[in-house]
């Protein structure tokens, strides 16, 4: 069965640290991948999306992610995160791209402390 | 445009009821999905539809169920409810213009309490 892997379940950061979120796939086949954020109270937003192409990606916010085939892996980054970062973080995998179906990771919640 | 909208936000049932929730897509969207999210499993697959048919389905038990109508609005229904079906229930829908360049914009979910 495919499976989607985030690393980190936890992750605690001061303002202006970077951050790297890991997440790997296990589908050897075409995928779409995506970033989904929960903000506290708020609904599952998308944060940025692979489809093709160019395997670096830039998404809202600052936020840029790096497929790299070769390690099945999506990883999502941000140079300098905010106070306003907080929120969990799902990694997405589409691997029927004929229909809508996503496999999530199980989240990793970001605490960035002022 | 409005967002993908979920009625009702928030559900008490108890043990063997059964419940309906609702979600209406971004106006011209014409799939909806269904996740199901908990603290143990995270977000789980249900089912999707397109054009009023499920061409996709999770694996959840057979209590399970849903429709889409002819204006893409789409119901889940589970019936004799358990315990464990404790959860948030998030719809998403997607404009769906080309196979494998489409995204999923979510509801806020319908927070659904068994007791």
């Known amino acids: 069965a495919q499976s989607v892997s985030q690393h980190n379940h936890h992750v605690i950061l001061s303002e202006a640290a970077s951050l790297e979120l890991g997440c790997n796939y296990s589908y050897g086949g075409t995928v779409n991948l995506f970033w989904y954020v929960q903000y506290p109270g708020q609904h599952l937003q998308l944060l940025l999306k692979?489809?093709?192409?160019?395997?670096l990606v830039k998404g809202i916010k600052g936020f840029e992610a790096e497929f790299i085939k070769s390690k099945f892996s999506f990883n999502l980054r941000k140079p300098s995160v905010q106070w306003s970062d907080t929120a969990e973080y799902f990694c997405a995998v589409r691997v029927n791209t004929g229909f809508q179906k996503l496999v999530f990771g199980t989240g990793t919640r970001l605490l960035v402390s002022p | 445009k409005a967002g993908v909208t979920q009625t009702p936000r928030y559900l008490i049932k108890t043990r063997g009821q059964q419940v309906t929730l609702s979600c209406s897509p971004i106006?011209?969207?014409?799939?909806v999905s269904w996740y199901q999210q908990t603290p143990g499993q995270g977000l789980q697959f249900l089912f999707e539809?397109?054009?009023?048919?499920?061409?996709n389905k999770g694996n959840f038990p057979g209590r399970f169920s849903g429709r889409q109508f002819s204006n893409s609005r789409s119901e889940m229904n589970v019936s004799t409810l358990e315990l464990g079906d404790s959860a948030l229930y998030l719809c998403?829908?997607?404009?769906?213009?080309?196979?494998?360049?489409?995204?999923?914009?979510f509801g806020p979910g319908t927070r659904l309490t068994v007791l």
């Open positions: 539809y397109f054009s009023e048919t499920q061409r």
């Open positions: 692979y489809f093709s192409g160019d395997p």
């Open positions: 106006s011209g969207h014409r799939s």
């Open positions: 998403a829908s997607s404009l769906e213009l080309a196979v494998g360049k489409n995204e999923q914009f």
